[in-house]
């Protein structure tokens, strides 16, 4: 504890007081004395993501890999829901023109068009993508 400085003693305190000090509430002369107590080994710096920034910063990087797990389930899910249920809405379609009922046949060929674009439009919004980046 010699080579600290006394201001090195006073900002090892209030570390020790606090646990955790922001780095950036620092003034320029205890970011020197920060710098001094990392080099001896006193204190270590922590990087840690802004969370006011965190949405952009995803953004810039696309997914990370915390998120790749689920990421890909999210995946498979959105292109299951978007060919089962258009699917299973074509052929009751199709069934129904065959057994003579057209006026349901075209309800639900109007029906599967428009949930195959809703589903276009929430695998876009989710970014789904099957090839790994």
Not at 9 to 30: F, Q, T
Not at 53 to 76: K, M, Q
Not at 88 to 105: E, H, K, Q, T
Request: with cysteine; glycine share 6%.
């Amino acid at each position: 504890m010699d080579e600290l400085s006394e201001r090195g003693r006073e900002l090892l305190r209030k570390i020790l007081s606090r646990g955790r000090v922001a780095y950036d509430s620092l003034s320029e002369d205890e970011r020197k004395v920060i710098d001094e107590l990392v080099r001896l080994g006193y204190v270590r710096l922590y990087v840690e993501p802004n969370g006011r920034r965190l949405g952009d910063a995803l953004r810039i990087i696309g997914s990370t890999s915390a998120f790749r797990s689920n990421f890909n389930y999210v995946n498979y899910i959105c292109l299951a829901l978007a060919l089962l249920i258009p699917s299973i809405l074509l052929y009751l379609s199709i069934r129904s023109f065959l057994l003579g009922y057209a006026s349901v046949g075209v309800f639900f060929l109007v029906l599967t068009l428009g949930l195959a674009y809703a589903s276009f439009l929430i695998i876009r919004r989710r970014r789904c993508h099957l090839i790994k980046p």
